[in-house]
T-cell receptor, first 113, second 113 residues
Framework: QQNVQQSPESLIVPEGARTSLNCTFS?????YFWWYRQHSGKAPKALM?????GEKEEGRFTIHLNKASLHFSLHIRDSQPSDSALYLC?????????????FGTGTLLSVKP | GGIITQTPKFLIGQEGQKLTLKCQQN?????MYWYRQDSGKGLRLIYY???????QKGDLSEGYDASREKKSSFSLTVTSAQKNEMAVFLC????????????FGAGTRLSVL
């Protein structure tokens, strides 16, 4: 059974800071890796995904994936108050139909002006 | 674009009551999901369905039933509500497959007296 954990549980950073969020998973055969963002009282929305080891950058956001270390991360450059939200990592396990998506425990980010 | 509509938005039940939550999507997506979110934490998968009349159990299926009678709708039943239970139930849909992005509804907030 896939176990997906996030750290830290919550984080407060000043506006303009570089923020790092971490996610660990238990099965190195896991295939696809996602970050979702949920603003307070709203639906979660997909932010970014990565499918192979390495790094992927989109604007101020960068994902790093290291399958051997069972770890992937999200880095936010020049954090803004509008980035304040619950960040959820998610993993597609190996096998089956591929439709199953296992979410992590969440990191609550607060960016202070 | 499409939308996922969850009804009701708020649901108050009594201990032991059977409660049904409904979800409709107009994306024409094959796969639909039910997740539970406690106290702004991570999401736990209850059931998912990869096509009409298909049901797949998630890690949290005990105490719940699901039904997918049409491609566009997916319902979830809490078979016996637990006293003081409070959670948000999120419905999502996707095209399907391993590289799929999930699109979420706004959620149903459940309180059990």
């Amino acid at each position: 059974q896939q176990n997906v954990q996030q750290s830290p549980e919550s984080l407060i950073v000043p506006e303009g800071a570089r923020t790092s969020l971490n996610c660990t998973f238990s099965d190195s055969a896991s295939q696809y890796f996602w970050w979702y963002r949920q603003h307070s009282g709203k639906a979660p929305k997909a932010l970014m995904s990565i499918f192979s080891n390495g790094e992927k950058e989109e604007g101020r956001f960068t994902i790093h994936l290291n399958k051997a270390s069972l770890h992937f991360s999200l880095h936010i450059r020049d954090s803004q108050p509008s980035d304040s939200a619950l960040y959820l990592c998610a993993v597609t396990p190996y096998g089956g139909s591929g439709n199953k998506l296992i979410f992590g425990t969440g990191t609550l980010l607060s960016v202070k002006p | 674009g499409g939308i996922i509509t969850q009804t009701p938005k708020f649901l108050i039940g009594q201990e032991g009551q059977k409660l049904t939550l409904k979800c409709q999507q107009n994306f024409n997506h094959d796969t639909m999901y039910w997740y539970r979110q406690d106290s702004g934490k991570g999401l736990r998968l209850i059931y998912y369905s990869i096509t009409e009349n298909d049901l797949q159990k998630g890690d949290l299926s005990e105490g719940y039933d699901a039904s997918r009678e049409k491609k566009s709708s997916f319902s979830l039943t809490v078979t016996s509500a637990q006293k003081n239970e409070m959670a948000v139930f999120l419905c999502a849909s996707s095209i399907g497959g391993r590289q799929n992005t999930l699109y979420f509804g706004a959620g149903t907030r459940l309180s059990v007296l």
